[in-house]
T-cell receptor
């Protein structure tokens, strides 16, 4: 069965420092992995996705994520955090055999302090 | 910015009322989804649709029903609302059956409170 785990409920980082939001997954086939961000009282916004190819994926707002097949991980990263990056981040997974369904993680709240 | 709309944004109603949450998208997407999300928590898929006249139940059991008579419209109905239905409901759509191009676009959500 497909599943996604985000082990940290909350991540705190100082502005200007690098940030990492962790995600691990479990799928029966080849994974398709996504990151979404949710600002307060807003819907989810797409950040980036990994389908195939280069393991390092670059997305919106300077975010990037690295697909690691051996560790079944897809951690979200940014070299220099901004206060405006503070939001709720969701990792999601689907696969080529069941891509009509997306499975979302429980979310990680990112707090970037000035 | 994705063109997917949900109305109402906020709804407070009494127990036993029938309600319909509206979701519309102007992108011509075939696939549409409804998720239920408690504040700050994960999303649970409750319904999805491949296209007109297609509706499927998601992984989280829900007493709601959906219909897909038009491509752009995917309303969700609760025949008799209860306090346990209090949650945020997010609608999404995606373009194709090809996962390499399939990205979900989300509406702003409807926050439902049943008293």
């Amino acid at each position: 069965a497909q599943s996604v785990a985000q082990p940290e409920d909350q991540v705190n980082v100082a502005e200007g420092n690098p940030l990492t939001v962790k995600c691990t997954y479990s799928v029966s086939g080849n994974p398709y992995l996504f990151w979404y961000v949710q600002y307060p009282n807003r819907g989810l916004q797409f950040l980036l996705k990994y389908i195939t190819g280069d393991n390092l994926v670059k997305g919106s707002y300077g975010f990037e994520a690295e697909f690691n097949k051996s560790q079944t991980s897809f951690h979200l990263k940014k070299p220099s955090a901004l206060v405006s990056d503070s939001a709720l981040y969701f990792c999601a997974v689907t696969d080529r055999y069941n891509f009509n369904k997306f499975y979302f993680g429980s979310g990680t709240k990112l707090n970037v302090k000035p | 910015e994705a063109d997917i709309y949900q109305t109402p944004r906020y709804l407070v109603i009494g127990t036993g009322k029938k309600i319909t949450l509206e979701c519309s998208q102007t992108m011509g997407h075939d696939k549409m989804y409804w998720y239920q999300q408690d504040p700050g928590m994960e999303l649970h898929l409750i319904h999805y649709s491949y296209g007109v006249n297609s509706t499927e139940k998601g992984d989280l059991s829900s007493e709601s029903t959906v219909s897909r008579i038009r491509t752009e419209h995917f309303p969700l109905t609760l025949e008799s609302a209860r306090p346990s239905h209090t949650s945020q409901y997010l609608c999404a759509s995606s373009e194709s059956l090809n996962p390499s191009t399939d990205t979900q676009y989300f509406g702003p959500g409807t926050r439902l409170t049943v008293l």
